[in-house]
């Protein structure tokens, strides 16, 4: 019998299918259903269900409580056109203005703290030039860290210096960087901690154990602990978060040798060479 996990595979698939990432989606309402299933409920759920789901938290923002029904809405909206016995949760439920996030910006003194704590938090030499070399690379180039572990070997043009970047509904843009950057790319996809995953030659760059692309919440937990051994703290409300990397970028575009500089110890600081 169809549960409701397996339903949402089904919708992930699909909707991915036509060019939509859906992480947050993914990651909320497969909590969603992890409760269901703790209360005993693989098939079904009541509106009354997903407000107290979403309201777990009692000390959490309420835009946190809309964010997570809102999720968990476009699901029970797909389940109910689809027939299956799961009501179509209103509008207007929980309303709550996000409040706008205030941007870490991060400092020289941070990113070499990041970069430094790889080496003492990860034993393992594939995730500890992973963590590495996707700080570095978020950190000399501004890209989202949705669209770093989405690159794919062949995204690389290492003739060009370019990176081609594919975004949600098949948009892409081309990002052109420092030549370090190209290389450090580059020697990273050499790894032998990496090639010995066996990944596919023309998939992501940065792989598993298993060979296969990051998700997003996998890789944030390894920033969580980047972040605490590096000792960062939050600055009043702004929390030292990966999208933050981006800001980083942007105040040091007048500089550029020094931050693909950066990019490019990464690897070598990996490697011992």
Sequence with gaps: MTTLRDRLEE???????LGFQLNDLERQVGLFCTWLEARGQTQTFTINDAVTWARLNPDAHPSWWATRLSLVRRFAAYLNANG???????NGLLPARKPRAVPFIYSQDDIDALLAACDTEFTDERVRATVYTVIGLLAATGLRISEALNLRVDDIHQNDDVLVIKAAKSHER????????????TRHLALPARTATH???HGPVFVTSKG???RYVSFLALFKR??????LTPHGRARPRLHDLRHYADRRIMYPVEVFMLV???PVAISGT
């Design 212 to 214: 296969t692309g990051y």
């Design 174 to 185: 081309l990002v052109p960087v420092h030549p370090t950057t190209t290389a450090a790319l």
């Design 226 to 231: 980047v972040r605490e051994a590096a000792g």
């Design 84 to 90: 299956v016995d799961v009501p179509v949760i209103p």
């Design 264 to 266: 490019e110890a990464v």
């Design 11 to 17: 919708y992930l698939a699909m909707r991915r299918a």
């Design 199 to 201: 990944p596919d030659p």
